[in-house]
């Protein structure tokens, strides 16, 4: 038998990891809910992640519809001039 260890630290394998995503784990915190896997020194979460199709890195979806994060109500338009 063939092992590849993904998480040294609780000698978590690929096998292990894949067979709690089948099972609904979705995300590294899930799968380190389900068998330790990412809670100790964190080397592992990246090889999670790509075990989990999301690469090292994954895509975030935007804060706003177009808009700057940090803009004020005035960049966003939502005040008006006041009448004198």
């Known amino acids: 038998m063939n092992r590849v260890y993904v998480c040294s630290c ?21 799968i380190a ?5 990412g809670t100790d020194c964190g ?7 790509a075990l989990l199709g999301r690469g090292a890195y994954p895509r975030r979806e935007p804060a706003g519809q177009g808009e700057p994060v940090l803009a004020g109500p005035e960049e966003r338009g939502e005040f008006e001039e006041a009448a004198v």
């Open 43 to 49: 080397s592992c979460v990246r090889r999670i992640q």
């Open 10 to 30: 609780f000698g978590i394998t690929e096998q292990q990891v894949k067979q709690h995503a089948d099972n609904g784990a979705c995300t590294p915190r899930q």
């Open 33 to 37: 809910s389900a068998c330790k896997a």
